[in-house]
């Protein structure tokens, strides 16, 4: 039987997880030919090498967990991949040439750590990020057969913004001030970390580097700003201390990136859980816009013969093509099967008109039990891309409606950042306002509810489940944060940093707030069945804190189930996914009284 045949016998939902993939290619600056991109068709993501001259394909990392996480040396002759343990994003940086051979430590002097960043030269010269409760931050210089030079430490959060093309200069970004979510900009020499130049708007205001020109001797500085209260761009010159900003009169939020002669620039534009591309001349300030279809554009990369770029929308699976349309690279077998378009809900709210997402069932009528599916981050947004998850809950017959909570990116500064210091509850306020506004408008019947979300969303659901327990008939917590105080003595260090910044300090120094926003604090009012899902190896939301609250649910009664894998925050394993999308769909449907799906 093939591989087409047996995939037809399996139910959509399943095809979907289960249809190969692969990301947009990553480019050797001097050697566009080799790339590299992340695919899955073993079962498992890992890294693949694409040699386009040659036409040929070759499976760089094979671990019994996954890889995702690597790249090209300038010249394409090496590839560079980040070696953690069972996902626990805990390791070093090795590298394997780009033919094939032996992987060798890439920076033998380092040892494990989390990474911070990864700059790579022309020269062999790297400059590599790491970090861990004893040291902090720290940024080093790595040159081949050499001892690791440190650039950069500091017990606050930091991490590598860039080389310039002539590797004289390093940008990175860094909250010595205390908020690692509202970072300032340094610029210091290679040669021995002084400062050349530094940026910063202040407090609450964030400035991230998108890369340097990439010219040699071009010192200008692609930032990312929100001066104006979003996100938006400017140009900084470090040798001549001059800021352009790039005023672009487009609603929404604005990133980009380098053409390859530094004379343009590749603008993504997000509106209202969608996105667009243009080509900006920094000469003139004419902006193109470049023809994309309806959805979202994942990633785009301007090469030298072209843009390139990921796409795709809630109905339609994700493609990497180029602008007029020509696929790029496609994964083989059979493709993911299409799903539904998504509609717009916008509800007043008690902090402002909020933005949600609807995904309708195409047979049956409202109202219907539904999911609100509530992503992580909180630093992300749903948008009108496509998604196996949402997918599968509506083959089942529900409506998902996902909710771009206070906290969310894409709606300005402010929106974002309005749950700085009433963390959790923000967000629920707005969740409610959502499921109000779908149940007396008849879109969803408000006894067949469940709330359902991974990291964040998990921590959102578990959160929700006690502060507003007549809302919700079921909740299904993946990978959350469920015992706030436990879950910060844990976590990587970097997440201390982001939690610091969003309660305003520790819970040694803000107990009354971490104590507010845990779940664990009302576990005595959940009253619906809970699915918690947890990795074994997971250094965002640790295991420990999740037993907490799993043992404060069993000595109370409340029915609840426990699903373990020995994985980090997440699986890159695809048979993992299905078994996880699988529990999570039967318990969901079998609290709403629907059908449990194949």
């Known amino acids: 039987m093939s591989d087409t045949e047996t995939a037809r016998e399996l139910p959509a939902w399943e095809q979907r997880f289960r249809a190969a993939r692969v990301s947009l290619p990553d480019w050797a600056q001097d050697a566009p030919h080799r790339c590299l991109y992340v695919a899955n068709p073993t079962g498992t993501f890992e890294l693949y090498a694409w040699d386009r001259r040659e036409g040929t394909h070759r499976q760089v990392t094979s671990r019994p967990n996954g890889t995702s996480e690597g790249t090209l040396t300038p010249d394409g002759e090496q590839i560079w991949w980040f070696d953690d343990t069972d996902g626990d994003e805990h390791g070093v940086w090795r590298v ?6 032996s992987d060798e430590p890439a920076a033998p002097g380092l040892a494990a750590a989390y990474s911070a960043g990864l700059a790579l030269g022309r020269s062999g010269l790297a400059v590599v990020g790491r970090s861990d409760d004893e040291i902090g931050t720290e940024i080093a210089a790595v040159v081949p057969g050499g001892e690791p030079r440190v650039l950069y430490r500091h017990e606050q959060s930091a991490y590598v913004g860039d080389l310039s093309d002539d590797e004289t200069l390093l940008a990175l970004a860094h909250s010595e001030h205390g908020d690692s979510r509202h970072p300032d900009v340094r610029v210091v020499r290679v040669s021995d970390g002084s400062t050349v130049a ?20 071009d010192t200008r500085l692609l930032v990312g700003h929100e001066r104006h209260g979003r996100d938006e761009l400017l140009v900084w010159d ?28 590749l603008v993504d534009h997000e509106f209202q859980a969608r996105s667009e591309l243009h080509r900006l001349d920094l000469a003139s300030g004419e902006l193109e816009r470049l023809e994309t279809p309806p959805g979202v554009v994942s990633g785009a990369t301007a090469r030298p013969d072209g843009v390139e770029l990921a796409w795709s929308s809630a109905a339609t699976p994700a493609q990497v093509r180029t602008l007029d349309g020509a696929v790029v690279l496609t994964p083989p077998g059979p493709p993911a099967p299409p799903s539904v378009p998504v509609r717009d809900l916008w509800v007043e709210g008690p902090g402002g008109r909020i933005h949600a997402l609807v995904s309708l ?44 909570y206070r906290g969310s990116t894409g709606y300005g500064s402010a929106w974002r950042d309005a749950i700085e210091g009433r963390v959790g509850l923000t967000e629920l306020e707005d969740l409610e306002a959502v499921w109000s506004a779908a149940v007396s408008d008849g879109l969803v019947d408000a006894q ?8 964040w969303g998990g921590y959102l659901t578990l959160l929700g489940l006690g502060r507003l327990p007549q809302l919700w008939e079921a909740g299904v917590g993946a990978v959350p944060v469920a015992d706030y105080v436990a879950a910060y003595e844990d976590e990587m260090e970097p997440l201390k940093a982001f939690d610091r910044s969003l309660f305003g300090g520790s819970p040694e120094q803000v107990p009354d707030r971490y104590r507010e926003s845990s779940p664990l604090t009302y576990v ?54 299905v078994r996880q999308m699988r529990a999570e769909l039967g318990f969901v449907c079998r609290h709403l009284g629907l059908p449990t799906p194949a």
């Open 96 to 101: 394997q040439p780009f033919a094939g051979g």
């Open 361 to 404: 069932p195409e047979g049956g009528a409202a109202p219907y039990p539904a999911v609100f599916l509530v992503h992580g981050g909180p630093s992300w947004h749903d948008s009108d891309a496509f998604a196996a998850d949402v997918a599968a809950y509506v083959d089942a017959g529900l409506a998902v409606v996902r909710v771009n």
């Open 238 to 265: 470090v040798a001549t201390g001059e800021v352009r900003e790039l005023a672009i009169d487009l609603p929404g939020e604005i990133s980009a990136s380098w053409y390859p002669d530094g004379a343009a620039l």
């Open 448 to 455: 067949r509810v469940a709330l359902s979300g991974g990291s």
């Open 524 to 577: 005595e009012q959940v009253r619906a069945p809970v699915l918690v899902l947890a990795g074994e190896n997971d250094p965002r939301c640790p295991i420990r804190q999740i037993e907490n609250y799993l043992a404060a649910l069993e000595s109370r009664g409340v029915p609840h189930e426990v699903y373990r894998f020995d994985a980090g925050h997440g699986s890159l394993v695809v048979d993992e996914r």
């Open 198 to 217: 530094e940026l910063s708007d202040g407090p609450g205001l964030g400035l991230h580097p998108a890369g340097f020109a990439p010219v040699a001797g």
